[in-house]
């Protein structure tokens, strides 16, 4: 015989309802705009906060999807040692101080900090992310 397989929630007529309430909200409140917006925002508060630091390389992203490159020497692009775990200490620090970034670096460039904040961000936790993410990579880098 033949078989026909279908996901337990396909065409379910609540997960439908759900799929459709969330279009709805991303179109009547005009969410893609602003993400857009708080992207923009972000990007240029961390270009701000880092462009000149001696230990970022750069700041790069899309929208509201944002990270930093951390290195040992921004002139030389050279990365701190593996075990000196830069990120995790990044991170770490930046939890303590109550914002989550998350790791995503690989082989040679290994120190990358990602940040994915929800498209509902508002200016104040911008600043928040931006001022957290500057501690905390100064108190990573210049501690010996």
């Known amino acids: 015989g033949m078989n026909v397989m279908f996901h337990t929630f396909g065409a379910h007529p609540a997960a439908c309802a759900a799929a459709n309430e969330v279009l709805r909200l991303l179109t009547d409140e005009n969410l893609l705009a602003r993400a857009k917006v708080a992207g923009d925002a972000l990007q240029e508060r961390l270009k701000a906060a880092f462009d000149n630091h001696p230990h970022v390389a750069e700041v790069r992203g899309r929208g509201l ?80």
């Open 65 to 144: 999807l944002q990270a930093i490159e951390i290195v040992a020497d921004r002139g030389a692009l050279e990365p701190f040692p593996v075990d000196a775990n830069i990120t995790n200490r990044v991170i770490g620090a930046a939890l303590k101080r109550g914002v989550f970034f998350y790791g995503g670096g690989t082989g040679d460039v290994r120190d990358i900090v990602c940040m994915g904040p929800p498209f509902i961000i508002g200016d104040a936790e911008i600043d928040m992310m931006v001022r957290v993410l500057s501690e905390s990579v100064d108190a990573v880098t210049q501690s010996k």
